[in-house]
């Protein structure tokens, strides 16, 4: 997703109690899209099209918003975490089982194996410091990865960042500012496969080249990573954390 630019226009309109929201942009074709994790209906339309148009291309698609957004409403969603013994933990698409160990030293987390997470913490340690010390192992991890998928996509591209970060989001999985050249990445994909941490990375990477989600930039990825949609429906389907995103 690219940050809209100063110049286009965004409103919400309701149709059959879906909130919509609109942006206009200076592009051809109009592009409608349900995202998760909460189903958040999106049209992005020329700027010639005026509020009624857009609505019967809403009512056109009801069924398959409605579908979309019931898709999203049984998603997995984990129980509000504990950092207990026992408790499942998701790192690169596989789950593993929280190890707590207390003792003095640094505060670290370690792989034991492809099912066992130990988290090791001071005796004493509050369920915030936990999930900090894990949140930190996350974003380590996470950064790593995405410097050598960074490494491999931007001369195959023929694009290069000014900056790039990570950060907690709340409804989208990348961003792109295509001004500053600047793109971040949520911290939660630390728990998804790296296919689509890849997709996240290259569909962000292309936004360089292509503003908007056009008919062009949908083709710069079916040229560049032509199974991008089998890796949006696995990063789609996956278990979402417990936080509760909000539009």
Request: hydrophobic share 40%; net charge positive.
């Amino acid at each position: 997703m690219t940050t809209e630019a100063s110049s286009t226009a965004v409103k919400r309109i309701s149709v059959s109690g879906i909130p919509v929201e609109v942006v206009r942009k200076d592009i051809k074709n109009l592009h409608l899209g349900v995202y998760p994790p909460l189903g958040r209906v999106r049209v992005a339309a020329p700027l010639v099209v005026n509020d009624e148009a857009v609505r019967l291309a809403v009512i056109d698609k009801l069924g398959w918003i409605k579908r979309q957004r019931a898709k999203f409403a049984k998603q997995p969603r984990q129980s509000e975490r504990e950092m207990v013994n026992g408790e499942s933990h998701y790192f690169l698409g596989r789950r593993y089982r929280l190890r707590v160990h207390e003792q003095e030293g640094v505060a670290r987390v370690a792989l034991r194996g492809v099912a066992s997470m130990d988290l090791f913490v001071r005796p004493g340690s509050s369920v915030e410091k936990r999930e900090a010390v894990l949140l930190d192992w996350h974003r380590a991890s996470l950064r790593s990865i995405i410097a050598d998928l960074l490494v491999h996509w931007q001369p195959k591209l023929g694009v290069q960042t000014a900056d790039w970060g990570i950060k907690k989001m709340k409804t989208k999985w990348g961003s792109c500012n295509v001004n500053a050249r600047r793109i971040w990445l949520n911290l939660e994909l630390a728990k998804k496969p790296v296919q689509c941490l890849e997709y996240i990375v290259v569909h962000e990477l292309v936004h360089l080249l292509e503003r908007n989600h056009t008919e062009r930039f949908t083709a710069l990825i079916d040229r560049h990573l032509p199974d991008w949609r089998t890796r949006r429906e696995v990063l789609n389907s996956s278990p979402l954390g417990h936080e509760s995103w909000q539009y």
